[in-house]
């Protein structure tokens, strides 16, 4: 069974900063691309930053680029998003995901808020 477990429950100022955790287990990690996205109130779900497997390939969403960084320790099953200059409309859940052969995995979120 595949389970994606995220961590880093986070109240921030902005401009503070944030790490968020999520292990997976049940998969062959290094064989699958993750991403971390997010879902603000009233709105959908959006990439906020993407890893590939080997963890050179990176991608982000044009309001993080700069601030977030996404990075991955395959010996750990772990992907991570470093989070800094916090603004709040970078309020929201995080969800954790990975794709692997032509199916999507989900984490149950993980809620962060940043306040003004």
């Known amino acids: 069974q595949v389970q994606l477990v995220e961590s880093g429950v986070g109240l921030v100022q902005a401009g503070g900063s944030l790490r968020l955790s999520c292990v997976a287990s049940?998969?062959?990690?290094?064989?699958?691309?993750m991403g971390w996205y997010r879902q603000a109130p009233g709105k959908q779900r959006e990439l906020v930053a993407s890893?590939?497997?080997?963890?050179?390939?990176?991608n982000y969403a044009d309001s993080t680029k700069g601030r977030f960084t996404i990075s991955r320790d395959n010996a750990k099953n772990t992907v991570y998003l470093q989070m800094n200059d916090l603004k709040p409309e970078d309020t929201g859940v995080y969800y954790c995901?990975?794709?692997?052969?032509?199916?999507?995995?989900w984490g149950r979120g993980t809620q962060v808020t940043v306040s003004s």
């Open positions: 890893i590939g497997t080997s963890g050179d390939s990176t």
């Open positions: 049940g998969i062959i990690f290094i064989r699958t691309p």
């Open positions: 995901s990975g794709t692997l052969y032509g199916l999507d995995y």
